[in-house]
């Protein structure tokens, strides 16, 4: 197809446009479904169902004929057009809202970081209400986000600190003027904390709390490159069911 985009035989008009890659596999693969795969996966081994985007056919002269779209897909944080993360804990944060990285993942980060904590008139951290409803700190792990919330009186110190800073009944809330926002169970995040300092203490080393987080420069990741995966036209899978994406989210 010359126009680059689904023949007569697609599903819908929701058919995204064909990428280079997969119209080049269909014309070596003549007669089989070829899955787009969410470029946020690694490549490494068979992707999971709820990581392919959709499939294409290729029909017998090499040409794509139809769009199945996965009902099941989780589209990544680069495939909703979030910006990069600029931090380590923006992107387990990104990572764990959108099922492409462990929740656990999001409190060992931040065990290790520093935040810009917002002060309420008495000079403790600043109390809130998520979209949820739940009793909030919000703090932020990068100066991009404190910014965008706006001009608040804050104060930076390490989540070891802060953690033992946080109201009762509350829990701290990451980055609410980001992409997603995420609370942090304050029981899961003092575990982290606790088993950060015993591996600095088994190492001899100390953690830099923040080094990384609270640096205007640090950034996220790149991500790799969308792969293709090619099965002949009869067969098909089910998609399975992927991580919810955290409260209020």
Excluded: C, K
């Amino acid at each position: 197809m010359n126009d680059n985009t689904a023949g007569a035989g697609a599903a819908d008009d929701t058919a995204p446009p064909v990428p280079e890659e997969i119209a080049e596999a269909a014309r070596l693969a003549p007669d089989h479904w070829l899955g787009m795969v969410d470029p946020a996966w690694p490549g490494e081994g068979e992707p999971p169902d709820w990581a392919v985007v959709g499939r294409w056919r290729s029909g017998q002269d090499g040409e794509i004929e139809e769009w199945s779209p996965n009902e099941e897909y989780r589209p990544s944080p680069q495939a909703l057009g979030w910006p990069a993360p600029t931090d380590p804990v923006d992107e387990a944060v990104q990572l764990a809202a959108t099922g492409y990285g462990p929740g656990e993942a999001v409190s060992r980060t931040l065990a290790v970081a520093e935040v810009a904590v917002l002060l309420a008139p008495g000079g403790g951290p600043l109390s809130a209400t998520s979209p949820d409803g739940a009793a909030v700190v919000p703090v932020f792990t990068s100066p991009t986000y404190l910014h965008a919330a706006g001009r608040f009186g804050y104060e930076l110190a390490p989540v070891h600190e802060v953690v033992d800073r946080i109201p009762e009944g509350h829990v701290l809330y990451l980055n609410p003027s980001g992409p997603v926002g995420m609370a942090v169970e304050t029981d899961a995040l003092r575990q982290a904390v606790e088993a950060a300092a015993r591996s600095a203490a088994e190492a001899g080393t100390e953690e830099v709390a923040g080094e990384a987080s609270a640096s205007p420069a640090a950034g996220g990741a790149d991500l790799p490159t969308r792969p293709v995966t090619a099965t002949p036209a009869g067969a098909r899978t089910g998609p399975e069911a992927a991580v919810a994406p955290g409260p209020g989210d």
